[in-house]
């Protein structure tokens, strides 16, 4: 699926995508965040024929996309995630909180915390620069018209806003960060409810001076639109995004999916699992295929979220919940 098939196929219900044969033995759905639907479609059917050459059993991935956040609250209400790969470790951190479907220590269980590949968080904008856009800083000036998710709702949109708030206060210090941020966002037209959607606004519907985009879907976007529609550019500072992955245990130990689930997440960690994350613009955690691959990846320099802001849970406290930076900026 393309971003030109998804705009096409976004009014269906749900946006759940059906990788194998629904016949088959077993079955998977993944719930994962809005700009993962071309990487998990081919993984998908690289997963299943690992699958039935090792145990000879058949397996049917299903997808369903949308904003992180809005994601993991249907998994709270009710929607059986076998797998989650959402866009940041607090939403399925929300998960183990709130519904009680997975320790609240998931992120132990598999390697680097559960992130097999990571991304960031850099800038597309229309052919030609108009507006010279080259750096955070330039997305607060007035006139600059800027495309960013929702969020409340957006994992991606979370990493945005944090990649903003720690440019501003090393340039500007603590006491102004906040309001370099509003700057920003008096500059946003519309706050769609994910990534994908954000990504359509801008390339589809020729909204906006500048898309702040996860970097696989700015150069996801260049690559199916074209160089001579769009440039990328990149930040001086940018924040090292970790999209984590997990195990719902409750939905697996009901469905009897555990063993075939546990081998999904672990094959995204496998040298043709980091492949084909890296074909589809993630990067690669493997140290391998990540210096293999390194030439398609643009310098700059990244900073932890950790490091930053004390992690997600100290983050989404200060800045997402209710009341926090982000609705004193938007909803004053």
């Keep these: 699926m ?36 071309e990487l998990y479609q081919e993984f998908n059917t690289a997963f299943a024929k690992h699958w039935q050459e090792k145990t000879k059993e058949t397996v049917a991935i299903k997808q369903s996309h949308g904003g992180s956040g809005k994601q993991a609250r249907s998994v709270i ?7 989650v790969t959402l866009a940041l470790a607090n939403d399925i951190n929300a998960i183990a909180e709130k519904a009680k479907l997975l320790p609240e220590d998931w992120q132990k269980r598999l390697a680097l915390n559960s992130t097999p590949y990571t991304s960031t968080i850099i800038f597309l904008v229309r052919k030609g620069n108009p507006k010279g856009i080259k750096d955070w800083d330039d997305l607060a000036r007035p006139g600059v018209a800027v495309i960013t998710p929702n969020p409340k709702t957006s994992g991606g949109a979370q990493w945005n806003f944090l990649a903003a708030w720690e440019f501003g206060k090393r340039k500007y210090g603590e006491d102004k960060a906040q309001g370099f941020i509003s700057n920003i966002y008096k500059n946003v037209p519309v706050l769609d409810s994910g990534a994908r959607g954000s990504t359509t606004t801008f390339v589809e519907r020729a909204v906006g001076d500048v898309l702040i985009s996860w970097e696989n879907e700015a150069f996801l976007a260049l690559k199916e639109y074209g160089s001579d529609k769009f440039e990328i550019v990149i930040p001086s500072l940018s924040i090292l995004a970790e999209p984590p992955v997990a195990v719902v245990d409750k939905v697996v130990d009901k469905r009897g999916t555990r063993q075939v689930a546990e081998a999904y997440l672990q094959y995204l960690y496998s040298e043709e699992g980091q492949e084909i994350v890296a074909k589809h613009f993630y990067r690669p955690t493997n140290p391998k295929i990540a210096e293999k691959h390194a030439g398609k990846f643009p310098k700059v320099e990244l900073f932890k979220i950790d490091d930053a802001f004390g992690g997600w849970k100290n983050a989404h406290k200060i800045h997402f919940a209710d009341g926090g930076t982000f609705d004193q900026i938007y909803l004053k």
Excluded: Q
Aim: hydrophobic residues 45%.
């Design 2 to 37: 393309t971003i030109k098939t998804w705009l096409a196929t976004s009014f269906l219900v749900a946006s759940f995508a059906i990788s194998n044969n629904v016949l088959a033995d077993k079955t998977l759905l993944n719930v994962s965040y809005d700009p993962t639907r």
């Design 77 to 83: 209400d009710g929607l059986e995630a076998d797998v």
